[in-house]
């Protein structure tokens, strides 16, 4: 899989689609929480495979972290370890903006993913869009 920063609004749609399919479609997120007022500070990311894309996130720097958000794979596509190319992308393009930390919310089903990618959970869990969640941080 290629990652890439979003440069193009062809690049953004195509971010924007997988999103929608993983979240809204496959999740049921409601799609007014999927995409919200945040976009537009955040540094946007797509995966393409063969062309296609099949994984997005984004990423924003929120109170001295590199906050990771919105990581997705099309359900097709995963066990090839695009989540973990991409977020170690996202992390790579963060340390070289010179930030040292990390924090996500990560669905409790993706806990022990995160955590085989050294996230440690600091927070109980909690309830976003209707999915139980938990706080998760790594030293960058």
């Given at each position: 899989?290629?990652?890439?920063?979003?440069?193009?609004?062809?690049?953004?749609?195509?971010?924007?689609?997988?999103?929608?399919?993983?979240?809204?479609?496959?999740q049921g997120v409601p799609e007014e929480l999927e995409i919200d007022e945040l976009e537009k500070e955040a540094?946007?990311?797509?995966?393409?495979?063969?062309?296609?894309?099949?994984?997005?996130?984004?990423?924003?720097?929120?109170?001295?972290?590199?906050?990771?958000?919105?990581?997705?794979?099309?359900?097709?596509q995963r066990g090839k370890s695009f989540g973990k190319d991409i977020l170690l992308f996202m992390e790579d393009k963060a340390k070289e903006k010179g930030i040292k930390k990390s924090k996500l919310n990560a669905q409790t089903q993706a806990e022990k993913f995160y955590q085989s990618l050294g996230y440690e959970t600091i927070s109980g869990e909690f309830m976003d869009a209707g999915i139980p969640h938990v706080t998760m941080t790594k030293s960058l």
């Open positions: 899989m290629e990652v890439k920063v979003v440069k193009s609004e062809e690049e953004l749609q195509d971010a924007y689609k997988v999103r929608s399919v993983v979240f809204v479609e496959e540094i946007h990311f797509i995966g393409y495979d063969n062309g296609d894309s099949v994984a997005a996130s984004r990423m924003r720097f929120v109170g001295g972290y590199a906050k990771m958000e919105r990581i997705c794979v099309l359900k097709s």
